[in-house]
């Protein structure tokens, strides 16, 4: 059986009242980037809860967390990081996984 661990990355933001515009455009941005340029980025989905107006969730699967690593680096990570910090009315929860196991 071949290795199929990634590196996922799941991070709720709860973003001000009216600021989600413009949180979408620096996560689309910075989703766009990473697909394009980062050869170990997999998967990178912005997502919005059903019912909830100021919630954004992005799901990140790397190859391994060097990748992610890799990722935080990469010139198109601080205009969000920077960017969107303003945006946001509370501190976003980010947590880490590992695939434990997946359909081949």
Do not use: W
């Amino acid at each position: 059986m071949a290795d199929t661990t990634h590196f996922v990355v799941i991070a709720e933001f709860q973003v001000k009242a009216g600021q989600v515009p413009a949180f979408l455009a620096l996560a689309h941005n910075d989703a766009s980037e990473s697909l394009a340029n980062e050869e170990g980025c997999f998967a990178f989905d912005v997502l919005t809860p059903e019912g909830s107006e100021d919630i954004v969730v992005l799901h990140e699967v790397y190859r391994d967390r060097a990748a992610f690593e890799h990722h935080t680096q990469m010139p198109h990570y601080a205009p969000f990081k920077e960017g969107s910090a303003p945006l946001l009315a509370a501190e976003p929860s980010v947590r880490f996984f590992y695939t434990a196991t997946r359909p081949e």
